[in-house]
């Protein structure tokens, strides 16, 4: 069976719905590629608010993006993802056109600092609630690792809670229909 990429996909479904001048959030900017990505769709006019706890992640990410001509469209933010609506100026909130979020640790990271069931939950409502309509969440989630089955089960349930006269929620699977394959979660606001 052919694998794809996830991180792919989610990269296709958000370049539909991205426009210069939008405005957009990297839940876990971790290695900065899909921060990296945002950046590029929003350029020059739009904004991209990055957040990650790691100190290392935030700045790997500046470095990557110092190198390029869109930095200005980027903040970074040192802290949980559970707090971003207090982070992002209030007259943004209902203007978000997509919010990105990848589980799990930090490829070549420290593999100890892991995405919290909690604080994922925390931060899908919020970003659920400052959402634009028409745009777009993805969540890539990584059962099979301890911790991450627990974490996905619980993204699962929480938008399968959504409104569905608000919320169009699709589950992409990276292989066959495993338990322990990677999913990406895309939760469209439709009203
Ligand atoms: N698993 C992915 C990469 C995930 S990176 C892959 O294999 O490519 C996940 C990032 O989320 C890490 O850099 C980590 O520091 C960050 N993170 C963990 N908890 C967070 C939180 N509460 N708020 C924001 N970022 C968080």
Redesign the pocket.
Known sequence: MKRISL?KTAHDLIKNILHPGDITID?????G?DTLFLAEQVAPSGHVFG????QA?IDATLEKLRQTHISECLTLIQ????IMDAKIPADLHGNIRAIMF??????G?DKS????TD??LK?LNIAAKILAVEGVITL?A?PGHPDGDLETDQVKNWCEQLNNKQFEVHTIYSTEHKDTAPRLFVVNRIS
């Open positions: 991180v839940a876990t900017v971790g290695n590629h957040f990650d706890i790691q992640a802290a949980s993802h559970a990848n589980l799990g640790y930090l490829p990271g600092v892991i995405t919290q604080s994922t931060a890539l990584y």
